[in-house]
């Protein structure tokens, strides 16, 4: 059975940083990411990485957030600095395995990441 295990959302201050971790169980996977939604606005990418380590990142937090990725342990990590008023959401962890054509997504139960301005 697939668990995703989120922690280290909270509070912060604009400008500070938060590191989110999303610890999976059950079997491994091709592709782990980082997910978020604002109140009122669809669920957006934020970034994923790969087993082999290639990360893909939404242009808004370019330069701004890390995601890493520790297979041994199955977790994810998103390290997310100079935090904006606009970064507050809901994040949600992702855990996808690929069979050919055919993707199947995992979610974690979201942390909610507040940044006051």
């Known amino acids: 059975q697939v668990q995703l295990v989120e922690s280290g959302g909270g509070l912060v201050q604009a400008g500070g940083s938060l590191r989110l971790s999303c610890a999976a169980s059950?079997?491994?996977?091709?592709?782990m990411g980082w997910y978020r939604q604002a109140p009122q606005k669809q669920r957006e990418l934020v970034a994923t990485?790969?087993?082999?380590?290639?990360?893909n990142y939404a242009d808004s937090v370019k330069g701004r957030f890390t995601i890493s990725r520790d297979n041994a342990k199955n977790t994810v990590y998103l390290q997310m600095n100079s935090l904006k008023s606009e970064d507050t959401a809901v994040y949600y962890c992702n855990a996808r395995v690929v069979v050919g054509t055919i993707n199947y997504d995992y979610w974690g139960q979201g942390t909610q990441v507040t940044v006051s301005s």
């Open positions: 059950g079997r491994s996977f091709n592709v």
């Open positions: 990485i790969t087993s082999g380590g290639s990360t």
